[in-house]
């Protein structure tokens, strides 16, 4: 069973009319699934902001609705914010088969310290902030870690092909694409500029 549980019920009020659900601290949602029609859903608000702060939309949950008599193994495929004031409005689930492999974006996570950027001018640039996978849903892990701790000179970087998975788990992302990499900032060249605009400014004849 699922670490995470969210009941709900379902929904009769449908369209426009949900704003009235929101003002009671109740948020509408849908299930949606392979083979599945769309179940409209209604949940206290409270307790699926909590859910969302752990689960994110990368971790199973048990969907306990009312009348069913087993729970559904769920991710969230979207959650639906008021652009000014955040304020949740919709969330829609997504039922999958748990024999049945998946393809989900993973967040990735920077870990560690380089030793390379104790040296000053140095800079890292993170190129890549999610992995594409394909595993089985109760494979799927809710972050990716990436350990700095391997960069010790300038110039070293970490691709996707130096990321250590489980085996169960396919990358769809390119291999050979940058992570992260440590770089030399441009100082000396910056001071040259400068040098040179300042003989410039000297050598202009005056007017």
């Known amino acids: 069973m699922n670490d995470l549980a969210l009941s709900v019920s379902k929904r009769n009020i449908l369209g426009k009319k949900t704003r009235f659900l929101r003002h009671q601290g ?8 392979h083979g599945l029609k769309s179940i409209p859903l209604q949940c206290d608000t409270a307790r699926l902001q909590r859910i969302i702060a752990q689960a994110g939309t990368t971790r199973l949950i048990a969907l306990e ?16 914010r008021d652009v000014c004031t955040g304020a949740l409005l919709h969330v829609d689930f997504y039922q999958v088969r748990e024999r049945e492999r998946i393809k989900a974006d993973i967040p990735i996570v920077l870990v560690g310290e380089a ?15 999610s992995l594409s996978i394909e595993c089985l849903p109760g494979k799927l892990p809710p972050k990716i870690e990436v350990d700095l701790s391997q960069l010790e000179e300038a110039g070293q970087a970490i691709y996707v092909r130096d990321i250590a998975l489980s085996p169960d788990i396919t990358v769809t ?14 100082v000396e060249r910056v ?10 400014a000297e050598e202009k004849p005056e007017q």
């Open 65 to 80: 609705i009312e009348e069913d008599k087993q729970p559904r193994s769920v991710f969230m495929r979207e959650i639906q």
């Open 191 to 200: 001071e040259e500029v400068v040098e040179e605009a300042e003989v410039l």
């Open 115 to 129: 030793p390379a950027l104790k040296e000053k001018g140095r800079t890292l640039t993170h190129s890549l902030t």
């Open 26 to 33: 109740i948020t509408p949602a849908h299930l949606f699934g």
């Open 173 to 186: 992302t390119a291999l050979d694409q940058m992570v992260v990499k440590v770089s030399e900032m441009a």
